[in-house]
């Protein structure tokens, strides 16, 4: 034990986002720290370490699972509640543009495409034309880690921006940005995902045209054997980037 790349990575952190600052400039710092730990070099010594035992595999396992639009959501390093650093491993087939919904975030991110490509849409509301869908405010189950979608009405949506991501990408977005991601190659792609503490806000917003939700979605943690193969298997691609 005592590696060098988890102390390195939360020093990064702590030094560069812990404080409160205006969201313009936590977006630019954010994105900056997702451009370092994301180069495929470095994420990849990151993963073997935590895959190796480094850290805290049991309270980093008890917050990574399978999300519900389609990606592995596993937690590198928790500096709640000033930051979250997260890997998200995308599997081609799962989460397509057709059946992601339209969300916004808790607080401003940041994130680094680190191998494969990924493809983004931009939403805005209006008030008539564009796209019909039903509205939802998402928000977490008090004493589980469950979604809860209250229907809060029909919206109108236009599409303001598409964009393409390939390996080596940096992005970052405002807490209220509405978007969809998805994989956009025939391959696994690999996302560092910075999630910071400034602002953050109690529920999100859902826009889906595809049907009613149900009111709870379980959010399932891995176990820690689980969250350790994970971390390995992800090793493992990066070294075959």
């Not at 994130?111 to 939802?136: K, T, W």
């Not at 969809?180 to 826009?207: K, M, Q, S």
């Not at 979605?217 to 992800?234: I, R, S, T």
């Amino acid at each position: 034990m005592g590696g060098r790349q988890v102390p390195a990575a939360r020093r990064l952190l702590a030094e560069t986002l812990d404080g409160v600052r205006p969201e313009h400039e936590q977006l630019s710092a954010a994105r900056s720290v997702v451009a370092e730990l994301g180069s495929p070099e470095r994420l990849l010594e990151l993963a073997a370490e935590l895959a190796s035992g480094e850290g805290d595999p049991e309270g980093c396992a008890r917050l990574s699972y399978r999300h519900v639009l389609g990606f592995d959501k596993l937690l590198l390093v928790d500096g709640a509640p000033h930051h979250m650093l997260r890997a998200h491993l995308w599997h081609p087939g799962r989460g397509a543009a057709g059946k992601e919904d339209i969300h916004n975030h808790r607080s401003p991110l940041a994130s680094c495409v680190v191998r494969g490509r990924l493809a983004m849409e931009l939403y805005a509301p209006r008030g008539d034309g564009g796209i019909e869908a039903d509205r939802y405010q998402e928000s977490l189950a008090d004493g589980s880690a469950d979604w809860l979608l209250e229907p809060t009405g029909p919206a109108r949506l236009h599409l303001t921006q598409v964009a393409e991501y390939a390996a080596g990408s940096t992005y970052a977005l405002p807490a209220h940005t509405l978007h969809r991601a998805w994989c956009d190659t025939a391959e696994p792609t690999v996302t560092l995902f910075l999630e910071t503490g400034n602002g953050r806000r109690r529920h999100t917003d859902v826009f889906t045209a595809a049907g009613p939700h149900p009111g709870a979605v379980p959010k399932v943690p891995l176990g820690v054997e689980d969250y350790l193969n994970e971390l390995d298997a992800l090793a493992e691609l990066l070294r075959r980037s």
